[in-house]
C-alpha cells in the first residue's frame, strides 16, 4: 500500500509542471497560486465539517502548523512560482530536487532514528545528477535576474524540507486533512497579499476556461490529494524516501511534457531517468523499506 502511494504520489506531482505551465500562459504567479490555495482551503474545511476530523487543540500544534504552513507554502510554492518568470523549469526542477539534500541532513538533526548513511548520500547524488543530466541543456543562467531566481528556488526547497522535517517530527498526532488546513490557513495570508500589492485586482485577470481547470486540477489532486497522502505516508515511512518523490517527479514532467505539449525529449533523458531510478531503488525499494 504505501509502495503504491508513494508512486501516486510521484504521477500526481509530476503532472503537476504540466498545469503550472499552462496556468501561467493567462494568470500571474502568484495569484495563480494564491487562488489554488484558496480554493484548497475552502474544500478542506468542508470535509473537515462534515466528516467532523478533529483540528488541533493545542497552542503548540497550532504554532507548528503557522510555521510549516508560511514555510511550505508561502516561501516554498511562491517561490517557485515567482522564479519560473526568469529561469527554464528544467533548471528549476534540477534546483527543486535539492529538497532530497536539505531533508536528508534536516532529518538527521531533528529525526535521531533518521541517521545519514553513504548509501543515502550516494543515492541522492545519483538521482540529482539524474535531474541535471536530462536538463542539461537547460542549466544555463543568462541574466541578473535567473540567478535570483536560481536562490530563490535553492530557498524554497530547503523551506519545504524543512517544513516536512518538522511535520514528521512534531505532527505524528495530527489527521492530514487538518494539518493541511491549518497549514493552508496560515501560509496563504502573505500570498494574498503580495499577489494583490504587486499583481492587481483578480477580476481583471484573463480568466480562460482553460485557466480555470488548471486552477481546480492543482487544488484538487496537486493539493489536496497529494498532500493528503503524503502526510499519510510520511507518517510510515523514513523522510528521505519519501522527500525522493522530488526526483521522480521532473523525470515525469518531460515524459507529459513530450506527450501532450509537443516538447522534444532531450536525447539523454533514458540514461537520465535511469540513473534517477537506479537512485530510488537503492533508497525507497531498498529491501522493503516501504
Keep these: 500500500m504505501k509502495i503504491i502511494i508513494w508512486l501516486i504520489l510521484c504521477l500526481i506531482w509530476g503532472t503537476t509542471w504540466f498545469f503550472i505551465k499552462i496556468g501561467l ?3 500571474p504567479p502568484i495569484s495563480f497560486a494564491a487562488a489554488r490555495f484558496l480554493l484548497a482551503i475552502f474544500i478542506v474545511a468542508f470535509i473537515i465539517y462534515f466528516r467532523k476530523i478533529p483540528l488541533p487543540k493545542t497552542k503548540h500544534e497550532w504554532n507548528l502548523l503557522a510555521l510549516t504552513g508560511i514555510l511550505q507554502f508561502s ?3 511562491s517561490l517557485v512560482f515567482w522564479s519560473e518568470q526568469y529561469i527554464s523549469s528544467g533548471l528549476a526542477a534540477v534546483l527543486q530536487s535539492m529538497i532530497t539534500v536539505f531533508g536528508l541532513v534536516l532529518a538527521w538533526i531533528h529525526l535521531p532514528n533518521e541517521r545519514i548513511t553513504w548509501l543515502k548520500v550516494f543515492a541522492v547524488l545519483l538521482g540529482m545528477t539524474g535531474v541535471a543530466t536530462i536538463f542539461i541543456e537547460q542549466l544555463q543562467i543568462n541574466s541578473v535576474m ?5 536562490v530563490a528556488i535553492v530557498i524554497g526547497a530547503y523551506a519545504a524540507a524543512q517544513a516536512s522535517i518538522l511535520i514528521k517530527a512534531r505532527g505524528g498526532n495530527l489527521h492530514p486533512a487538518s494539518m493541511l488546513f491549518g497549514q493552508m490557513t496560515f501560509g496563504i495570508v ?3 497579499i503580495y499577489a494583490l500589492v504587486k499583481e492587481g485586482n483578480p477580476l481583471s485577470f484573463n480568466w480562460t476556461w482553460q485557466a480555470i481547470f488548471c486552477v481546480f486540477y492543482l487544488t484538487i489532486f496537486g493539493t489536496i490529494v497529494a498532500f493528503w ?3 499519510w505516508l510520511l507518517s510510515r515511512i523514513e523522510s528521505t524516501s519519501a522527500m525522493m518523490i ?4 521532473p523525470l515525469i514532467a518531460v515524459l507529459v511534457g513530450a506527450a501532450f505539449l509537443g516538447e522534444s525529449l532531450p536525447p539523454q533523458t533514458i540514461f537520465g531517468g535511469l540513473l534517477i531510478l537506479g537512485s530510488i531503488g537503492l533508497v525507497v525499494f531498498r529491501k522493503k523499506k516501504i
Design 146 to 150: 535567473a540567478f535570483v531566481g536560481c
Design 190 to 192: 502573505p500570498v494574498i
Design 229 to 231: 497522502l503524503y502526510y
Design 75 to 77: 516561501v516554498n510554492y
Design 25 to 27: 500562459r493567462d494568470l
Design 246 to 249: 522530488s526526483l521522480v517527479t
